[in-house]
């Protein structure tokens, strides 16, 4: 890296992923980082409390589709890391125009700042534009079709279409990583990890979908992140590289070791009302990351210990979290 620091727009930087993207840049002491985030229901400045006062970190309230902000902040940057995203499954039957103007309409205005810019963008997707993986233990690669099956997912998917056109056509530097479910500190109450987690700390019932033999990849958010960043910093233009290699169980498996995590009773497991379109099972292949040098260094059981930690010492913001997600 040269002796001027990079400076990288991270977008959605308040998010969960965002934030520990924003940690992992602001590990290299050659990185200044510009965090773009509407702070809606998904984001908290909490969440980038670490970095307040490094002058090396700028913080912007806005909205990703907004033309003008997006345009002054890409001209001041030298790259951009796209990972503000509607990105809850739930919310997105319920209400999925918010997520075609903020993952569609969003990339679109990223996208074109950066051509106008001559800036270089990374997109973080989702394995969830692949559709449901077979139940043969099969996983997709980066060349599988597109065949997504909630709002969500199409919306990612659409995105994803956008930057490999925006490619094709002008010849912009954008690559795409597509990751399995990612766990970990500050992940929104929403997700399936932490509403059981602050379920069994609050003795509540664990709610598990149907009777939960949908099965998942998880994988501990830092390994994640650090898998964001290879593509970032050695990925191919124009490429797309999935993030994998997570630990796989169903969905009761899962609720069983959060329980054991948490020392909750088991019997607290409960089982609600599947949602419609719920995919069975999703699993991606990460040859084409392995060979740029990563690989996962946090075993599922020692991320699942560590995230238990964490919002046994947070309760507070698991509880301001989940009230804005009501609003």
């Known amino acids: 890296m040269s002796e001027r620091a990079e400076h990288v727009l991270v977008t959605g930087g308040a998010g969960f992923i965002g934030s520990h993207l924003v940690d992992a840049l602001l590990d290299r002491p050659a990185v200044r ?3 773009l985030d509407a702070l809606t229901y998904a984001g908290s400045r909490a969440n980038l409390s670490a970095h307040e006062g490094d002058e090396r970190f700028v913080f912007v309230e806005g909205d990703v589709a907004d033309t003008g902000v997006a345009d002054r902040l890409v001209a001041g940057v ?3 890391l796209h990972a503000a995203a509607e990105s809850h499954v739930d ?24 051509r106008a810019h001559g800036r270089p963008l990374l997109m973080v997707s989702t394995d ?5 993986n077979a139940d043969d233990d099969s996983l997709f690669a980066e060349d599988a079709p597109l065949r997504p099956r909630s709002p969500y997912a199409a919306s990612k998917a659409a995105a994803d279409l956008l930057c ?5 056509t002008y010849g912009m530097p954008v690559t795409v990583v597509r990751g399995t479910n990612a766990f970990g500190p500050r992940q ?23 009777r939960g033999r949908q099965r998942r990849e998880w994988l ?17 233009p124009g490429a797309v590289y999935n993030i994998g290699a997570g630990h796989e169980l169903s969905n009761l498996d899962l609720a069983r070791a959060v329980c054991a995590g ?26 084409l990351l392995r060979a740029l040098g990563w690989s996962p260094r946090v075993a599922f059981d020692e991320g699942l210990a560590r995230t238990v930690e964490w919002y046994r010492e947070h309760r507070s913001w698991a509880d301001e979290m989940r009230v804005a997600a009501t609003r």
Not at 128 to 132: K, N, R
Not at 164 to 168: D, E, G, I, K, R
């Open 78 to 80: 030298d790259r951009v």
């Open 164 to 168: 490999a056109a925006y490619h094709v």
């Open 33 to 35: 980082v510009t965090v």
């Open 91 to 114: 919310r997105s039957i319920t209400g999925p125009a918010a997520f075609v103007r903020t993952n569609v309409t969003g990339t679109q205005v990223l996208l074109d700042a950066c």
């Open 262 to 287: 948490t020392g909750a009773d088991p019997a607290s497991i409960g089982f609600v009302d599947d949602r419609p379109g719920h995919d069975f099972r999703y699993g991606v292949r990460s040859d």
């Open 128 to 132: 969830e534009v692949y559709g449901a």
């Open 188 to 210: 929104n109450p929403e997700k399936a990890i932490p509403t059981y987690v602050t379920a069994a700390l609050d003795g509540r019932p664990l709610p598990v979908y149907d």
């Open 220 to 236: 501990f958010v830092t390994d994640w992140a650090a898998g964001c960043l290879a593509a970032m910093d050695r990925g191919e």
